[in-house]
């Protein structure tokens, strides 16, 4: 069945490239000029995946994704001349899946795309329980860990920090993500807090807490949950 993927973007001829681009791969493009035709698509048309453009009028990207957050876990990619970090977690936080930088290449838009489909293509459901391998194993309907088959009580705020990680394997996470992720705006600069729950999770999930398996530092970064 062929995916659908919606397009938010308030410049015709940014749109119709990245339709060259898309429909070529295959995909269906539903086209959109701005945040709020862009959330009637949403609901009419229910799309795989979301290309969603910051800078809009009538209504900002940042307030067209919290709404399509309310109403589908659909991948969303934003699209931005605003580079920086802030602005990057600001996306996340907000439920973005991806952030691409403008000017960029069509030909990483696209394997961005694909990537972010592949991560979502199996049910809710059937990611709910998580093998990561024989030592680690995460029941995210129950909400329980176990380890060597023993199960580990961890704290709110260290499930929800290796939840993170589950949703995000191999990829570095900012301390500034998991700040915004799990303890909100207004703890984004305690970066303490970030390191303090790192070290406790690991001594319940790690094998060797000194020497991670699963959890890595990434120098001047953050933390990176290395998969199976």
């Known amino acids: 069945m062929q995916q ?3 397009v938010i973007d308030d410049e015709d001829s940014n749109i119709q490239l990245l339709r060259l681009s898309l429909e070529g791969e295959g995909y269906r493009v539903l086209p959109a000029l ?3 035709q862009g959330l009637q698509v949403l609901q009419d048309q229910q799309p795989d995946l979301i290309v969603l453009d910051l800078m809009m009028p009538r209504m900002n990207g940042w307030e067209v994704c919290r709404r399509i957050r309310e109403r589908t876990d659909a991948p ?3 699209l931005t001349a605003m580079g920086t970090d802030e602005d990057k977690v600001r996306g996340l936080s907000l439920g973005a899946d991806d952030y691409v930088t403008k000017p960029f290449g069509m030909a990483e838009l696209v394997a961005r795309v694909g990537a972010a489909l592949r991560r979502y ?3 809710h459901t059937e990611r709910m329980m998580v093998k ?3 030592h680690l194993v995460v029941d995210r309907a129950q909400g329980r860990v176990r380890v060597d088959g023993r199960r580990v009580e961890l704290t709110p ?4 920090i290796l939840t993170c990680f589950l949703d995000n394997p191999d990829r570095v996470l900012t301390h500034q993500s998991l700040l915004t992720q799990v303890w909100g705006w207004e703890c984004m600069d305690q970066i303490d807090y970030v390191k303090v729950y790192i070290h406790h999770l690991r ?3 790690e ?3 000194q020497r991670p398996r699963y959890i890595l530092t990434e120098r001047g970064l953050g933390y990176r949950f290395r998969s199976a």
Do not use: A
């Not at 705020?157 to 929800?160: H, K, N």
């Open 4 to 6: 659908k993927i919606l």
């Open 34 to 36: 701005d945040g709020v």
């Open 76 to 78: 969303i990619i934003m």
């Open 121 to 123: 293509r199996y049910p």
């Open 132 to 134: 990561v391998d024989d």
């Open 157 to 160: 705020i260290e499930y929800r």
């Open 203 to 205: 001594k319940k999930i």
């Open 207 to 209: 094998r060797n807490p």
